[in-house]
């Protein structure tokens, strides 16, 4: 029976993969804000934990209150976030500092506060949720993006300093899932955005609140594929969730690859010659 903590299990993907975790067999350390959460198949399995990872302390605090439970913790699930969208000419400091708390210092701080005692257990997974929008940024998702690209770097640099050990990092980027996300989102009031008439920071506002509730993603069936991850005995580094994902993300790595090739002269002329 492995042991999992998993931020923000209220609702959403991290319910998901709290009920996914729970049904098999696992027992489950969640982080709530507001004191309840309703998650199939809990009963004595499911232990929560009330925090706000914005406030100061809070993330280590809760990693440390978790582990004393069980005493152990084999698998960390950095799940809880939220998204700050709208063109960067809307972006408030608050703003900018509350998403970086939450959806980037966290989870650091939760694997910094865990890592020297799942080094001694000799083995566990460290899950960070990071987003398509992490790896294949779109418009008015440039503070979103920049927070989730910093979880993927950070992911793939400690999965490096793991080599070697049975600690496996994992960056899981969702794409879009029919969650509460984009009721969420701090978000422009339709029609208050400064972003040009027309423009793409417009536009992508506008398809963002056409696609909520319609999302193609399923919770139930990426919480499936985050416990079969969980179980694997060689994990990736990466993993998308979602065709969307996956076209976005390959269209990307193609429009990279022939930029690199375009402009693979002039980077390769800025070495010494000796
Ligand atoms: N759904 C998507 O399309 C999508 C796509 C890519 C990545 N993601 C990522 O997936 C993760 C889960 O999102 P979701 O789609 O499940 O959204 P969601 O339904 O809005 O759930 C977000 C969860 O994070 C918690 N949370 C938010 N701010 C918090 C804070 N300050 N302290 C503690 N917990 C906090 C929420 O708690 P409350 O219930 O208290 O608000 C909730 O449990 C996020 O990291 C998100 O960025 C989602």
């Not at 056409?210 to 990426?222: E, K, S, Y």
């Amino acid at each position: 029976m492995k042991v999992w903590f998993i931020t923000g299990v209220s609702r959403g993907l991290g319910q998901a993969i709290a009920a996914a975790a729970l049904a098999a067999g696992d027992r489950v350390i969640g982080t709530v804000r507001n004191g309840t959460a309703h998650v199939e198949n809990a009963g004595d399995r499911l232990h929560l934990l009330t925090v706000d990872l914005a406030k100061p302390g809070a993330a280590e605090a809760a990693a440390r209150q978790a582990l004393s439970v069980h005493g152990r913790i084999d698998i960390v699930v950095n799940n809880a976030g939220f998204g700050v969208i709208g063109a960067l000419d809307d972006l408030t400091d608050d703003q900018l500092e509350t998403l970086f708390e939450v959806d980037v210092f966290a989870g650091i701080r939760i694997c910094r506060t865990l890592l020297p005692h799942i080094r001694v257990q000799g083995a566990g997974r460290i899950l960070n949720i990071t987003s398509v929008a992490g790896r294949a940024p779109g418009a008015a998702t440039a503070a979103y993006a920049a927070a989730k690209a910093a979880v993927e770097g950070f992911s793939a640099a400690l999965a490096a300093e793991l080599t070697g050990t049975d600690i496996h990092v994992t960056a899981i980027a969702p794409g879009q899932f029919r969650t509460d996300f984009l009721e969420n989102a701090t978000m422009p009031k339709d029609g208050q955005t400064s972003a040009q008439n027309g423009g793409a920071a417009a536009k992508a506002l506008s398809s963002l609140r056409q696609v909520n509730q319609r999302q193609l993603g399923d919770p139930a069936r990426a919480a499936a594929v985050i416990v079969e991850l969980a179980q694997a005995a060689h994990p990736p580094t990466h993993l998308l969730l979602g065709t969307d994902a996956l076209t976005r993300v390959r269209q990307k790595r193609d429009q990279m690859d022939a930029e690199m090739t375009a402009w693979e002269a002039q980077t390769r002329s800025t070495d010494f010659d000796d």
